[in-house]
């Protein structure tokens, strides 16, 4: 079964640049999450979609983030423009809706940062 | 959201049983405690999950104690490779569009095995 998917690995770009990282979740996954991962720290939630529906994006600094999940499959997370502090890994799961475990499945990250 | 407190870091031996606690008092009814590991540049991976008593799997064991304020990861016989980050979560994970919940991770248990 193939896994969650995330690109580009690695970014570099500088203040007030753009940015964009896109995720293809595991087939069948109807939940999307991704996760912001600063070094020394827990994942934070960024933002959570049911199929192509926000469910909480409530930490999601959104006069700079923006994100998408057209179709309810992949997702797109953008950062315009970015700042120092968003240096971090980007980090996107996918958990099979309905499923009483609710295990997530995280891809291995995209790592930005910004000089 | 019940919160989760666990120690920040733990050394232990190849070959020694290592048990990781996390307390969780103010869990609620429908709570699952569930824990992730992480490897370094990669995404957390799901190792274990419980509602009450004992789970068992073939990585690991989860205790947990009647009233349910607290779970006991134990890692039998560990390994170089078992190093990593462990991350306690409590909570329901069933998706809905009217909650406010969020699966949040903490700052996690370092955990470092020494030869």
């Known amino acids: 079964e193939a896994g969650v998917a995330q690109s580009p690995r690695y970014k570099i770009i500088e203040k007030r640049q753009s940015v964009a990282f896109w995720c293809n979740p595991i087939?069948?996954?109807?939940?999307l999450y991704w996760y912001q991962q600063i070094l020394g720290q827990g994942p934070k939630l960024l933002i959570q979609f049911q199929n192509n529906g926000v469910v909480d994006d409530s930490q999601l600094p959104k006069d700079r983030f923006s994100a998408e999940r057209l179709k309810g499959v992949d997702s797109t997370l953008k950062i315009q423009p970015a700042k120092l502090e968003d240096s971090a890994v980007y980090l996107c799961a996918s958990s099979l809706d309905g499923a009483i475990t609710g295990e997530l499945f995280f891809g291995e990250g995209s790592r930005l940062t910004v000089l | 959201l019940a919160k989760t407190t666990q120690p920040i870091s733990m050394d232990s031996y190849e070959g020694q049983e290592v048990n990781i606690t996390c307390s969780h008092n103010n869990i609620a009814t429908n709570d699952y405690i569930t824990w992730y590991q992480q490897f370094p540049s990669q995404g957390p991976r799901f190792i274990i999950q419980g509602y009450k008593t004992k789970v068992t799997n073939e990585v690991a064991s989860l205790f947990i104690p009647a009233d349910r304020k607290s779970s006991t990861l134990s890692l039998p016989r560990v390994s170089l490779s078992d190093t990593a980050v462990y991350y306690c979560l409590v909570g329901d994970m069933e998706v809905s569009m009217n909650r406010d919940d969020k699966i949040i991770f903490g700052k996690g248990t370092r955990l470092h095995i020494l030869p």
């Open positions: 087939s069948g996954h109807a939940t």
